[in-house]
Structures are given as C-alpha cells and as structure tokens.
C-alpha cells in the first residue's frame, strides 16, 4: 500500500525532511498590507519576509489557509493518483480551520475519486484520514516524524492511524515568547482577549516572560520567568528531564523565529542537545513557521515532544 502524508505549513520542521520524505505540504499565505507570500517552509524566503515585514507590521498581518476546493483539488489531481491511504495532518483545530477545511474536502474526494484513479489505472479503493494534531509549530513535527518512522517499516495504515490518534492527545509543546505587546496586539487582532493589557504592560516593565503550554488543543501559561533566557534555559531543562524520563517517541521538535544560530547560542541548548544524544533521541530544528512567526511575534522559541501527562515545574 502506497501511504502518503500531508501537514500544512505551520508544522514546524526543516524543508529537507519534507522533500526528502516525500510529505505534500498545504501552504498558508501570510498577507502584511500589499506583500503576500505562500508559506512553503522555504526558510530562506521567510527570514528574508521577517526582516522586511514581520518586524514593522506582523501583528495586521492575515493568514489565509487552503480552502476546501484547493484542498479538493489537490487530492483529485495528484494524492488519489499518488497513494492508496493519504494522512492529513493539521494544526489544532481551536486555532485555525485548515483540519474543518480539510474535514469537509474529504468527503468531496472520497464521492468522486473513482473515475480519476480508474484514468490513472488504479481499480483500488482510495482512503483518506483527516488528523488533527490537536497542537501548533514545533509540536506539530511529533506525527508527521511518527508517520514517516512507521510508514519505512512496513506497518499498515490502520496502526500508523491509531498510533497517530493516539500521540495527538499526549503531544506537548512549550513555547517561550519575546515580545507580550506584539503577542496582544496579534491576538487582538484575531479576537482572542487572552492576553490582556495590564498583563502584556507589566510582562515588559519587569521583563516577565510567560512560559506557554499546548496539549489536546488548550494553550495557556504554566509558569513565568524574569528575563527570556532564563525562561528559555527553564523550558531547556524541563525538556531534558522528560527525555531522562522517556518520551513516547525518540523525537524533540524545536523552533525559532529567527535565524537558528542565535537559538542554538541560548542557556540549556547544548544541554539539551546533549541529553537528547545521550538517550537516542533525534532532534529536528527549523526556523519556525511565517505562519507563526506572524502569530506569536519574532524570536518566540517552542520546543515539542510526546510525552506521559506531567506538571511543569
């Protein structure tokens, strides 16, 4: 059986892996006043967009997701000729439509993929599963890399669906943001009231970093910390006690918006770099999404895994 993968682009890993897999990407476009551009996990091309864009104007900025046609027409012409079972995998679906857009697509190509696949000279049924990751960036790496390890093995479609189901409810990502001001305004913009002004005003008076927790499509504060660095070396730390205390894949996903040589230069890097190696574990590093960057603010840093239920400490 011929098994295909999608993500769409705020799934945060490195353009390579996906090429290089063989993972078919659902672009979001990010549009700053009249500049747009089609997110296609081309690091260069959004590095270049932050410096000239993201910086000034990214909190107006406007996502706009594959529609249920694009994403009809991409299965119809190419994916049901591809693949016999494609896994479409989403941000969470509190954030963002893309998996509700990719739901009602589904049932378009599921009614009208036969005569396409009889063209092609396929007489096999075709199948599609629409899995929402139930999280966001980095974090969003942990199923497709699942995906990929289980597809090279040989296994079938159905335990490559139940395992994936079943990582999407224990997948956690950490982020540590730079800037509270650009975080409110962006979620203003968007009509989510979360972050508030006398909380964003005094997070940059007394330089308080939030630290933020994503798990079964929830995000919120689970600690804060005096200064970024030392929030980002905390999140470090934490990640490395939950590779020392095992991961439910040999996989830590990490993103920044921003050149990856300033992350790498961060308190608890090397650390974690280390304990990874230490305990086979295969870190994926990728310049965060244009999507995200354009949702949480330049320089935010997340960190992904799967992992048993736990408290941040």
Do not use: W
């Amino acid at each position: 059986m011929r098994i295909g993968l999608v993500v769409d682009s705020a799934c945060d890993l490195p353009g390579d892996y996906l090429e290089r897999n063989g993972i078919t990407l659902l672009p979001i476009t990010v549009r700053i006043g009249e500049a747009m551009l089609a997110d296609q996990r081309n690091e260069q091309a959004t590095l270049e967009f932050l410096h000239a864009q993201i910086a000034e104007r990214g909190a107006e900025a406007e996502t706009i997701p594959y529609t249920v046609q694009q994403i009809q027409d991409l299965f119809l012409k190419k994916l049901v000729i591809d693949y016999d079972y494609v896994f479409c995998m989403t941000i969470t679906k509190t954030r963002s439509p893309i998996f509700d857009n990719a739901m009602q697509a589904s049932f378009a190509i599921l009614n009208e993929y036969k005569p396409v696949r009889a063209a092609a000279g396929h007489d096999t049924p075709f199948a599609l599963r629409v899995i929402d990751s139930q999280n966001l960036f980095a974090a969003q790496g942990i199923l497709p890399v699942e995906a990929v390890r289980l597809r090279d093995a040989g296994e079938g479609a159905p335990k490559i669906r139940a395992r994936l189901e079943h990582l999407a409810l224990h997948t956690h990502g950490y982020m540590v943001p730079r800037d509270l001001y650009y975080l409110r305004a962006r979620a203003r913009k968007k009509g989510d009231r979360s972050v508030g002004l006398v909380s964003a005003a005094l997070g940059t008076a007394l330089d308080i970093k939030p630290i933020l927790h994503a798990n079964r499509g929830e995000t919120g504060p689970v600690g804060k910390v005096k200064g970024f660095e030392p929030a980002v070396q905390k999140v470090m730390d934490f990640a490395g006690q939950r590779v020392r205390a095992g991961l439910l894949t040999p996989t830590l996903c990490l993103s920044y918006g921003g050149e990856l040589e300033e992350m790498r230069a961060l308190p608890g890097y090397d650390k974690l770099r280390a304990t990874c190696a230490e305990h086979h574990v295969e870190v994926f590093e990728s310049v965060m999404s244009l999507t995200g960057m354009v949702n949480v603010g330049k320089g935010a840093l997340v960190v992904g895994f799967a992992a048993e239920p736990h408290r941040f400490e």
